[in-house]
């Protein structure tokens, strides 16, 4: 206070001093000449001096009470601004969430009539914490409901006091944002979901009955489609024999969802004369900007649906796929209608490439080695050089590969990743057999730099796919890629056109793949085989290149003695590294067991984590089931491959995809 009056004083008389001293001055020298006239002087200016001290010291005063007064009226403002604050505000220690301050508006959304700094956070608004404001954030997450209403909550923290001991304090704003947050909602619920609905085997169905039964069983299922629709308020409308477009508004698809997309179900009810079931395919496009953006989506979803077998639901969105159903077995197509169309388009890329290279997926096995060689002899019929891209120590068809590099024209078409990689051209044509999925393949790098790339395969398609290829010819319901590769090379090559050797490579993916034709056969499995046979395959030499050592028959059996049933499915946990094929084939050996109707390996890998193999002869999809795990296959047939899993882990994981398959089923 001493030194405010002191600056107060220097700012009251800036120039006292210097005028003092003036005077005293001319008394002074007023001395030498008349000492009256000096005493005169210096009377006068005693007098003015205590003058200006009591003037200085009332102006001092006034000035004092005026800032005393300003500040009161400051300080009252401010609170009158912090009690009647149009927002509610409230002060509470983060420590034990006591209310230390708040207004009447805070107090008043809180059911209180007055002020209770007594209470505590949690008894004023139930689940509330200040969690949020110690982790550095100025906003509650998310929206925060009391009494009906919806409230935003900025806030921040404050010390009490200036030591290091004071408490610290959450000071938090309220925001009501009920009418927003509805309206939000409403936008949301009412955004525009486009779903394609197809009667997948409508040519099966129709088949041999009169015409007009068959308006009768498409009218039955267009009458299942609307009792499943009813409710959702949404257009519905057919634009081909078999496809049907609905658009209706987003708030009715959990519903859908919830209900398991029972049309699935329903559709199985219709049943044509014959005997056969009507199955359809669902694709959903939703969270697209537009219309046209959702229909694009749900084009993108049927395709995926139809790719992976038909009976099922794909949901796309602007992110990723969501597949529901598709347990039911894949339908055969009997015309080879499709084949003979992609055999002419895959000779002609052929034709027009300056190198053709085949890459099947890692660890390449029977199936995949034989359809590379089933593309090689299609490419020398074509007069077009061809390579097989692939890893020859990583491989499970070493002793195929070993037969087919003694025949003279195979001595120079096997290639590693690297070496294809510095040969290949803008014109060169990479053909991608047995996987349709880019993570898979032997060498991805390689896939990406390829501009042409045509896909053969017969697993069901995932999220992740090859895009934008410029042939591909999928069909889930094939036994092996092995059975279409031989459906291409009967439109572009004669029988003696084969070498003996192929046929037999082509032959052990088909036997390899079908489990000695017992699982996955049709009539164009045996017609591929019987082409094959006529063509020069030994089913001897088919065999031996199917036998195994006798470390990986020791092995298998060292599996099979570790399983155990759980929920109907035999499941064998190997801590110790498996060769992978042996794995596949002591799933295969599981199967045997009766009542056993699909069978699963876990083991470890050779270079660090570990892998899953499963089988089905029954109404498990194994491939849905290993879905849920990052993995892929088929019905029949799937696997997973792990990286930095241990095995124990992936058997837990395994048991909860399990779980989670029976209770989705249930």
């Known amino acids: 206070m001493n030194k405010m009056n002191q600056k107060l004083q220097k700012f009251i008389e800036p120039s006292m001093r210097l005028y003092l001293v003036v005077l005293v001055c001319f008394v002074a020298v007023s001395v030498f000449f008349d000492w009256r006239l000096a005493a005169a002087e210096g009377g006068l200016v005693l007098i003015l001096v205590i003058y200006s001290m009591v003037s200085a010291r009332r102006k001092r005063r006034e000035l004092v009470e005026y800032i005393e007064s300003v500040t009161y009226n400051v300080a009252e403002a401010k609170n009158d601004t912090l009690m009647h604050f149009p927002l509610p505000m409230v002060v509470f220690r983060l420590d034990d969430s006591l209310v230390v301050w708040g207004n009447q508006s805070f107090f008043s959304i809180c059911g209180r009539s007055g002020p209770s700094f007594e209470a505590h956070m949690e008894d004023l608004v139930p689940g509330f914490s200040g969690k949020w404001l110690l982790e550095g954030k100025t906003q509650y997450p998310g929206l925060l409901e009391l009494s009906d209403r919806k409230y935003q909550i900025h806030g921040n923290i404050v ?44 040519d099966e169905l129709i088949k041999n009955v009169p015409e007009r039964m068959k308006n009768d069983l498409r009218n039955m299922v267009e009458d299942k489609i609307s009792q499943w629709l009813e409710g959702t308020d949404g257009i519905l409308r057919r634009f081909d024999r078999e496809r049907y477009v609905y658009i209706f508004e987003a708030r009715h698809y959990a519903a859908l969802e919830a209900g398991k997309f029972a049309l699935l ?30 229909y694009n989506f749900a084009s993108l979803a049927m395709e995926m649906a139809l790719s992976r077998g038909g009976d099922q639901v794909v949901v796309k969105n602007r992110y990723n796929f969501a597949f529901f159903g598709g347990r039911g077995s894949e339908v055969e197509t009997r015309t080879k209608v499709k084949s003979r169309v992609t055999a002419n388009a895959l000779a002609e890329l052929i034709r027009d490439s300056s190198r053709v290279y085949v890459m099947g997926h890692k660890y390449g096995d029977l199936d995949c080695v034989g359809a590379a060689a089933g593309i090689v002899c299609m490419c020398r019929k ?30 120079e078409v096997f290639l590693s990743p690297e070496d294809a990689m510095i040969q290949a051209d803008s014109r060169s044509l990479l053909v991608v057999v047995d996987t349709n999925r880019p993570e898979q393949v032997e060498d ?28 591909t010819f999928h069909e ?11 459906e291409l090379l009967q439109e572009i090559v004669e029988q003696p056109d084969i070498l003996r050797r192929e046929a037999e490579a082509i032959l052990s993916g088909i036997v390899m793949d079908t489990k000695n034709f017992t699982i996955r056969t049709g009539e164009r499995t045996f017609e591929a085989a019987a082409f094959l046979r006529r063509a020069g395959a030994d089913t001897t030499e088919v065999k031996k290149l199917l036998q195994n050592n006798l470390e990986d028959t020791v092995a298998r ?13 035999a499941v064998a946990v190997q801590p110790e590294p498996q060769n992978r094929v042996v794995a596949a084939q002591a799933a295969d050996e599981l199967l045997n067991i009766s009542g056993v109707q699909a069978s699963v390996v876990v083991c470890a890998s050779d270079g660090g984590g570990c892998s899953i193999s499963a089988r089905s002869i029954g109404d498990v999809n194994v491939q849905v089931l290993l879905e849920k795990l990052g993995g892929g296959g088929n019905k029949s047939a799937a696997g997973v491959q792990f990286k930095d899993v241990s095995v124990e882990e992936a058997a837990a994981r395994l048991r909860q995809a399990i779980d989670e398959y029976f209770d989705e089923e249930s």
């Open 557 to 569: 059996y060292k599996i099979l003695q570790s399983a155990k049933l759980y929920k109907g499915l």
């Open 476 to 486: 889930p319901y094939a036994s092996s890629v092995c059975e279409l590769v031989t």
């Open 265 to 294: 179900e329903m559709a199985r009810d219709v049943v044509s004369p014959t005997g056969i079931h009507a199955t359809v395919s669902i694709g959903i496009g939703r969270d697209g900007d537009t219309l046209v953006e959702n």
């Open 382 to 411: 074509l007069e077009t050089p061809a390579h097989v891209v692939i890893d020859m120590k990583h491989t499970a068809a070493g002793r195929l590969l070993e037969v087919l590099r003694q025949v003279p024209e195979y001595a």
């Open 159 to 202: 010390r009490a006091g200036k030591n290091e001991k004071s408490s610290f304090m959450g000071i938090t704003y309220w925001v009501d944002v009920t009418d927003y947050d509805a309206i939000q909602q409403e936008y949301e619920q009412s955004r525009p979901v486009v779903a394609l609905i197809v009667l997948d085997n409508f």
């Open 444 to 471: 991805e790098d390689f896939l990406q730099a390829c501009n042409r790339v045509a896909v053969i395969d017969h697993h069901r398609r995932a999220a992740t796919y090859i895009q934008d290829a410029a042939l």
